[in-house]
């Protein structure tokens, strides 16, 4: 079993930046897929980013790319999500995810743990 739980989330203005924390428990995660989810109100969860198994190569959304950057740090069984630029479409639930099984974790199906969210809002 992995326990993960997420941080970092907040309030922030359009253009700003946040730092989300996804710290993990119960197992190593350095051999595990990473990602990050977010859910909008009304809204089904959807992908953000994820960090690969093995190689840590990182894949992002579209709506994403360029301003955020996923990272893992093993030393403190960790992922990160460095999110700039923000905006307001940005506003969501982050939900940080946990698969074995996958080189990548794109799906919410393929998800074997999931963190119980941090809340993000983007003002303008």
């Known amino acids: 079993q992995v326990q993960l739980v997420e941080s970092g989330g907040g309030l922030v203005q359009v253009g700003g930046s946040l730092r989300l924390s996804c710290a993990a428990s119960g197992r190593a995660i350095s051999s595990y897929a990473m990602a990050w989810f977010r859910q909008a109100p009304g809204k089904e969860r959807e992908f953000v980013a994820t960090?690969?198994?093995?190689?840590?190569?990182?894949y992002y959304a579209g709506s994403v790319k360029g301003r955020f950057t996923i990272s893992r740090d093993n030393a403190k069984n960790a992922v990160h999500l460095q999110m700039n630029s923000l905006k307001p479409e940005d506003t969501a639930v982050y939900y940080c995810?946990?698969?074995?099984?996958?080189?990548?974790?794109?799906?919410?199906?393929?998800?074997?743990?999931w963190g119980q969210g941090t809340q993000v809002t983007v003002s303008s």
């Open positions: 960090i690969s198994r093995s190689t840590d190569s990182p």
């Open positions: 995810a946990a698969n074995s099984r996958t080189l990548l974790l794109i799906t919410t199906r393929d998800a074997d743990y």
